[in-house]
């Protein structure tokens, strides 16, 4: 059974930043596709990035292009999110997602807040 375990998340002022961390219990080059998911209260979940390691092509919401970047690392099984100029729209719960074949596995979710 695969575990995600996603950290990092916190409160920080319009503007801020921070990096949200995904830890994968299995190799992330096992995966077809891991991303970073969000759901704000009262909200649908949304997709906000997607990495597909087999050839690293990403994916971005229009609403994060040119602040949110999703990077991978093989060696520490850990697809990381770093959100930038962050805005009080960006308040969220975030949940990694991994995808493998017709499995799909979820992290807990991390809580993240932007005062404004």
């Known amino acids: 059974q695969v575990q995600l375990v996603e950290s990092g998340g916190g409160l920080v002022q319009v503007g801020g930043s921070l990096r949200l961390s995904c830890a994968a219990s299995?190799?992330?080059?096992?995966?077809?596709?891991v991303g970073w998911y969000r759901r704000a209260p009262g909200q649908q979940r949304e997709l906000v990035a997607r990495?597909?390691?087999?050839?690293?092509?990403?994916y971005y919401a229009d609403s994060v292009k040119g602040r949110f970047t999703i990077s991978k690392d093989y060696a520490k099984r850990t697809v990381d999110l770093q959100m930038n100029s962050l805005k009080p729209e960006d308040t969220a719960v975030y949940y990694c997602?991994?995808?493998?074949?017709?499995?799909?596995?979820w992290g807990q979710g991390t809580q993240v807040t932007v005062s404004s």
């Open positions: 299995g190799s992330i080059s096992s995966f077809t596709s």
């Open positions: 990495i597909t390691p087999g050839d690293s092509t990403n």
């Open positions: 997602n991994a995808n493998r074949l017709v499995f799909e596995f």
